[in-house]
């Protein structure tokens, strides 16, 4: 299966599946393959379609992509940036335009990361 297909396929199982199905299959794809893009450019590394997270997280910045017009509207605070140095210490985007990510799709790629840089004792 294609990566078109396998995204086509996670973002038919959320909800707002229905305005991916309403834009024309050339939009589809162009936000589909930005979306494995953002996705990939999180997290690093190669997609693992067997993995829910990471269909769930594609899926989502997908929708995510094809709503802007309309979410950007909304004012609302988003994480910029984010470190761990010292404290720690996190920067917000005044609005969603901002964001790379949709906040749902950052908690997924968050999760994914978490699980590759678990620390194991021996």
């Known amino acids: 299966m294609t990566d078109m297909e396998m995204i086509a396929r996670a973002v038919a199982a959320r909800s707002g599946a229905e305005r991916f199905a309403a834009v024309p299959p050339a939009e589809q794809a162009r936000a589909a393959q930005l979306a494995l893009t953002d996705v990939l450019a999180f997290i690093g590394g190669a997609a693992d379609w067997e993995d829910p997270l990471f269909a769930g997280a594609v899926a989502e910045q997908c929708l995510f992509l094809l709503n802007t017009r309309e979410e950007q509207s ?17 920067t917000y985007a005044g609005a969603r335009q901002n964001a790379l990510l949709s906040p749902r799709a950052q908690e997924y790629c ?8 678990r620390i194991q004792r021996a």
């Open 74 to 90: 909304t004012i609302r605070a988003f994480i910029a940036s984010e470190s761990v140095e010292g404290a720690g210490s996190v």
């Open 110 to 117: 968050r999760t994914i990361l978490g699980r590759r840089n």
